[in-house]
């Protein structure tokens, strides 16, 4: 520990005082990012996450519906991150079970007929299935940062359920949620109160989107919903953070300028295709504003013919199309693949590497992509089924005496399936799995977007209607040979 002239001054008039500067300088020293410089300014932000958030909470959304209405990259990466996250929608697989442990498959079934039947059009507008509520639902998540939907149960005036089973579900963009409403006093913090615990507790809500025509601002007539009535998926990054923040906050500079780059190199390519050629001059007396008048403007692809005594033809180095675009394009796209969260390959298109490679690059995003479809599934899937289950059950579902009654709202989620790399290598690398005990037939049919029961069911069927007609297939062949040759030995 050292001291500088100035902390031996001090260290006259008060020792402690001095030593304790010393110290946080010596501190300081190993972590130089906490110095400023002047090359280096001092970053502070003390505030909380619904500080940082009501302060361009609202500006980002509106940023980031902006990026994805008029720039390609941006609706790529939403579509990127709906489509792995998503895919054609959440599948979901009842998961009942008697009173001894096994599942009931009988029940089951009508559980996941019945919930088939009510998902064709489950939203108050009837506009949308189930699955294209939950894509809609997930891309309003990325882009706005959060999504809100209120569950309607049972009868309420005016709204026809599209079944016996009562209940049908809104789900609406954040605008309807005001950020500006905030009463410390009664615990109502951007739109939400909640209790001394930091629990919502209700909901308050637009009664319709701020953004439609002869709509005012701060009219100060709000619906209030009672929490246990609305599900609310954000992307926070702060503990104890209200709202959510788009996924695009921290790349959206870089889509801009990026935007902007490409399109001067367009404008620049354009033109530079029609800078052909030019006349040049030996001396300036050899100019005539007369009779080069007319030989301003030339045509694409025409000759000269009517060149004078000690003219030349010069032509224009544009350097166009830049050789460095593609480079310096690819070099944005993974920065901003990493701050999105999505695979570059996904939004750039560029599939070009080995299979090793394209796997490691795969295996990396389904992390990611994992953790967001869990994220889904617990915030929005899991709830969806068990209002479901519970209204079905009040609309005269008859339920077994020998459910098990904890287990009647278990479900079995499943997001969009791994896609294959390659199909010969990973169908063989699952079979060993499966062979040396290390996972099951229904673990592998399910990763890959598959019912385990409904699949059993089919091999069954299939392999009845094998026998019936008398079809025998390679793989029969290859059983039998193997059976053959275990009985010998």
Not at 28 to 57: C, H, I, Q, W
Not at 289 to 303: I, N, S, V
Not at 383 to 394: G, L, R, S, T
Request: proline share 5%.
């Amino acid at each position: 520990m050292s001291m500088n002239p100035l902390d031996k001054i001090i260290s006259f008039f008060s020792p402690s005082f001095a030593h304790k500067r010393s110290v946080q300088r010596d501190r300081l020293n190993f972590y130089e990012a906490g110095k400023p410089s002047f090359d280096r300014k001092t970053r502070t932000d003390r505030g909380s996450g619904d500080t940082a958030v009501a302060k361009a909470g609202d500006s980002l959304r509106v940023s980031a519906r902006h990026l994805e209405q008029n720039h390609d990259l941006a609706k790529g990466v939403l579509d990127a991150l709906v489509n792995h996250t998503i895919g054609q929608g959440i599948r979901y697989e009842p998961q009942a079970r008697r009173l001894d442990g096994e599942l009931h498959d009988e029940f089951n079934e009508i559980l996941l007929d019945k919930f088939s039947r009510w998902a064709k059009n489950p939203d108050v507008t009837r506009e949308y299935s189930h699955s294209e509520l939950e894509r809609l639902i997930a891309r309003t998540w990325f882009r706005d940062g959060e999504c809100f939907k209120i569950y309607y149960p049972g009868i309420v005036p005016t709204l026809k359920h599209p079944t016996d089973v009562l209940l049908s579900i809104d789900a609406f963009e954040p605008d309807y949620v005001p950020f500006e409403l905030n009463d410390e006093a009664n615990g109502i913090r951007q739109g939400i109160k909640k209790n001394s615990w930091g629990q919502p507790t209700q909901y308050y809500l637009h009664k319709s989107h701020p953004g439609d025509p002869g709509w005012y601002h701060n009219t100060g007539d709000f619906k209030q919903v009672d929490a246990q009535f609305v599900g609310h998926l954000k992307a926070a990054t702060r503990l104890k953070q209200t709202r959510g923040v788009s996924v695009f906050a921290v790349v959206m500079n870089r889509l801009d300028d990026l935007k902007d780059f490409e399109e001067s190199e367009r404008i620049a390519a354009r033109i530079a295709a029609k800078m052909v050629a030019f006349i040049k001059k030996g001396t300036p007396d050899m100019f005539d504003p007369e009779g080069d008048a007319e030989r301003q403007t030339y045509e694409k692809g025409m000759t000269f013919y009517d060149m004078l005594p000690g003219e030349e033809i010069g032509t224009i180095d544009t350097n166009r199309p830049n050789s460095g675009l593609e480079a310096f394009r690819s070099g944005q796209l993974k920065a901003t693949a990493a701050g999105v969260g999505t695979g570059y390959s996904s939004i750039s298109r560029d599939y070009n590497g080995s299979y090793a490679a394209q796997r490691q690059e795969l295996v990396e995003q389904q992390i990611n992509y994992a953790v967001l479809k869990d994220y889904f599934i617990k915030k929005s899937a899991e709830p969806d089924y068990e209002w479901f289950v519970k209204m079905a059950e009040q609309g005269g579902l008859d339920v077994p005496a020998d459910v098990d009654r904890e287990t009647l709202y278990d479900v079995e989620c499943s997001g969009t399936p791994i896609p294959w790399v390659d199909p010969l290598k990973e169908a063989k690398a699952d079979a060993e799995m499966v062979l040396n005990g290390f996972a099951s037939r229904s673990q592998i049919i399910r990763k890959r977007g598959g019912n385990p029961n409904a699949v059993i069911k089919q091999i069954a069927r299939d392999n009845r209607e094998a026998e019936k007609y008398g079809l025998v297939f390679p793989i029969d062949t290859e059983v039998q040979a193997i059976e053959t040759e275990e009985q010998d030995a």
